[in-house]
């Protein structure tokens, strides 16, 4: 088998399974353990999976175009689950940050009506939803808005991003990866979230397992900026690993991790 035959194989397993060790793809390739290594390098540096140790996952991208209302619905129980998991651990009058994203929009929404807080958010779906909140005070971040997310991006948005400090900051991502760290669809939006997050004493990543694994076109942070990352129970025991191994609490909606 040619290499080209042996790294599409490879690529196919990956699309199919989302992992792979090394030892299983030699034994279903009927070649060397050290073939293998130097197929998945060179897939990787094409950026279509990502070496881990004894084997490789995939990589997923999806169009930094993709609008907020276009993945409403998708993997909709665990983002409630990880919402209603995430509100636990608000405090009466503390003052706390939720930025533009499905799940976020989920966090607003769980907060209960006699929780006294200040949000600073630059979504304006965010906002919506908490406008009718009898105890919530709203800060929201001026700038450009864009079409795709609802949300507020720009000079301005950024400068009032500088200018508070919040106890939390509850962010959401489109991409979770060991390398790249903590991404989403657009450079500016990946800005604020940045911003928001040195102005907070403790952040926060909710996002469901989907977003594990990948890397996306703006870069937030490292992962290790985040304190803690709250998800839901289809996330796998090696990817907790791999981000428990950078110092990053992982817990599991519904239950303790």
Do not use: C
């Not at 690529?11 to 090394?22: I, K, L, P, Y």
């Not at 998991?85 to 799940?103: C, K, Y």
């Not at 929009?105 to 200040?118: F, G, M, S, V």
């Not at 469901?208 to 990948?214: A, I, L, Q, T, V």
Request: charge should be negative; hydrophobic fraction near 40%.
């Amino acid at each position: 088998m040619y290499a080209e035959e042996r790294q599409r194989a490879i690529t196919e397993v990956m699309a199919a399974r989302g992992r792979a060790s090394v030892q299983e793809l030699a034994q279903e390739l009927d070649v060397t353990n050290a073939t293998v290594r130097r197929d998945l390098s060179e897939l990787e540096s094409r950026g279509l999976l990502r070496r881990t140790h004894g084997g490789a996952v995939r990589t997923e991208r999806t169009s930094y175009l993709t609008p907020v209302t276009n993945r409403a619905g998708q993997f909709d129980e665990e983002k409630v689950a990880i919402a209603q998991t995430a509100v636990l651990s608000l405090t009466d009058h503390s003052t706390i940050g939720i930025d533009a994203g499905t799940t976020t929009i989920k966090l607003a929404e769980a907060i209960p009506h006699d929780r006294r807080l200040t949000v600073v958010t630059y979504s304006l779906l965010v906002a919506t939803t908490l406008a009718s909140h009898p105890r919530v005070r709203i800060h929201f971040l001026g700038g450009e808005i864009l079409e795709n997310s609802r949300a507020t991006i720009g000079p301005w948005a950024l400068d009032m991003a500088g200018r508070v400090t919040l106890d939390a900051m509850y962010v959401s991502v489109d991409g979770i990866d060991v390398e790249f760290g903590l991404t989403t669809h657009n450079v500016h939006e990946a800005a604020v979230k940045e911003a928001l997050m040195r102005s907070a004493r403790r952040s926060i990543v909710v996002a469901d397992h989907s977003k594990f694994g990948r890397a996306e076109f703006g870069r937030i942070a490292p992962l290790d900026r985040a304190d803690e990352i709250i998800t839901d129970p289809q996330i796998t025991a090696a990817q907790v690993a791999e981000v428990s191994a950078r110092g990053v609490e992982v817990r599991i909606a519904g239950g303790t991790q």
